[in-house]
């Protein structure tokens, strides 16, 4: 069992910064890939970001691609997301989750591979 908690969201204006955090319980952190995901009002949830087990491969949404970036602390069991530049399209809830692989390179970008997820934490950028 893994218990995920984000915490880091708020209001800010557009041009601002945030960073995302995810505090992840267990033992076996790096075993899973984990990755950033999204919901806007009325919108199906899309993938932000992606993060191999050891943080050496990471994957972006185009939408957020330059602007926004994924790391890790295995040490700290703990996943970040810098988030650069944002735009009220940013506005929305934000999910970390995580999943089982046993591949060193792979972050799914899929929401159902998915088995661990947070509760959200609301960013809401004004313009």
């Known amino acids: 069992q893994v218990q995920l908690v984000e915490s880091g969201g708020g209001l800010v204006q557009a041009g601002s910064s945030l960073r995302l955090s995810c505090a992840a319980s267990?033992?076996?952190?790096?075993?899973?890939?984990m990755g950033w995901f999204r919901q806007a009002p009325g919108k199906e949830r899309e993938f932000v970001a992606g993060i191999s087990r050891s943080g050496g491969i990471t994957y972006y949404a185009d939408s957020v691609k330059g602007r926004f970036t994924i790391s890790r602390d295995n040490a700290k069991n703990t996943m970040y997301l810098q988030m650069n530049s944002l735009k009220p399209t940013d506005t929305a809830v934000y999910y970390c989750?995580?999943?089982?692989?046993?591949?060193?390179?792979?972050?799914?970008?899929?929401?159902?591979?998915?088995?661990?997820w947070g509760q959200g934490t609301q960013v809401t950028v004004s313009s």
């Open positions: 989750a995580t999943h089982y692989t046993s591949s060193i390179y792979y972050a799914s970008p899929r929401s159902n591979e998915y088995d661990y």
């Open positions: 267990g033992r076996t952190f790096s075993s899973y890939a």
